[in-house]
């Protein structure tokens, strides 16, 4: 090896992790794959109509598929695939052990070979491609992973997928002084053995949010130049583009404007029932104009209807975590 810099004695500790970790390049991370369906003019038409993709080589009898849908044709669906490989979890098992236990996917690259056409078998396989050195980034210190999937049509190369993770120790989080610093997820015992609601994402831009909440109040922003309310909170304005804003609290009254019940994937905790079963959330037009989403209470899920007016409340869902919901019904 060429131009490796000398380190002062000590400064660096030797990383014998990353030598292990290297060990693992090159080894299979999934088992080998068929496409669910094959290369079919709906799943084309739907993602078309998705991405407002009007490229005329998609459509008619010679259409083919738009290349960026690459992955759609190896996706697993919600059943899922349950291939991953004995490497890639002893991989995983490694940086777990080491300290290594938080997960974020960073990019994504994708080469393209070869146009995918109705009726085309797709075939697939993924290995672990490389492990970097050890990294610090503003989440935390750890190792990237990349896996590259490549992808047939007909047995012919049809293109790569490099997926890439950091798998890190988290940095620790530093929040707004005024914010309480929620307490770390644990499992519950006071919810039945439930898994928590995960924690809402406290930033700059929403800190006010949250701690109005702490205080029982909904706040909305205003804009400082055009006075047009706004919800969700963002730095500026959506009118004008303007960045001085203060804020008006909601009297509480609001209508549900439209509403989803949410029966399937499960998430048992966001559910507002003590059986963690399927739940209702809505957009709610709050009497000021602005919607918001969030759970309909005091109503059963099967029983929300838009128009139906509701009010109101905040609902400490677990210890440590109070949101805004609102009731729907008499009184
Ligand atoms: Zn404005």
Redesign the pocket.
């Known amino acids: 090896m060429t131009g490796t810099r000398e380190e002062p004695e000590g400064r660096e500790e030797r990383d014998e992790l990353y030598g292990r970790l290297k060990e693992f390049e090159g080894r299979a991370a999934a088992t080998a794959g068929v496409g669910k369906d094959l290369v079919n003019e709906p799943m084309i038409r739907h993602w078309c109509e998705a991405m407002g993709d009007t490229n005329p080589a998609c459509t008619g009898p010679e259409a083919i598929a738009p290349p960026t849908m690459l992955q759609a044709w190896t996706m697993g669906g919600l059943s899922g695939h349950t291939d991953r490989s004995r490497a890639y979890e002893e991989l995983f098992g490694l940086l777990d052990g080491a300290g290594y236990t938080s997960v974020v996917a960073t990019d994504c690259e994708q080469e393209y070979l070869r146009p995918l056409r109705p009726g085309d078998r797709i075939t697939f396989d993924a290995l672990i491609e490389s492990v970097s050195e050890r990294k610090t980034t503003k989440l935390g210190t750890g190792y990237f992973v990349t896996t590259r999937m490549d992808v047939r049509a007909e047995g012919e190369p049809a293109g790569t997928h490099r997926f890439r993770i950091l798998k890190y120790t988290p940095a620790p989080v530093k929040t707004p002084a005024s914010v309480k610093t929620p307490a770390s997820v644990k499992r519950a015992s006071s919810r039945g053995g439930r898994s928590l609601r995960p924690r809402p994402v406290i930033n700059r831009d929403n800190a006010g949010f949250w701690q109005g909440v702490a205080e029982h109040r909904l706040l909305i922003q205003r804009?400082?130049?055009?006075?047009?309310l706004?919800f969700p909170w963002l730095p500026?304005?959506?009118?004008?583009?303007?960045q001085e804003?203060d804020t008006v609290e909601a009297g509480g009254e609001g209508t549900v404007f439209s509403h989803v019940v949410m029966h399937h994937p499960p998430f048992p905790a966001f559910s507002t029932s003590e059986e963690g079963g399927p739940y209702a959330v809505a957009l709610i037009e709050l009497a000021e104009g602005v919607r918001m989403v969030g759970n309909v209470v005091g109503v059963p899920y099967d029983k929300v209807r838009t128009g139906m007016p509701v009010r109101l409340e905040f609902l400490r869902t677990d210890p440590d975590l109070e949101i805004p919901v609102f009731r729907g019904g008499e009184g």
């Open positions: 804009c400082g130049e055009c006075a047009t706004r500026g304005c959506n009118g004008c583009g303007c804003w």
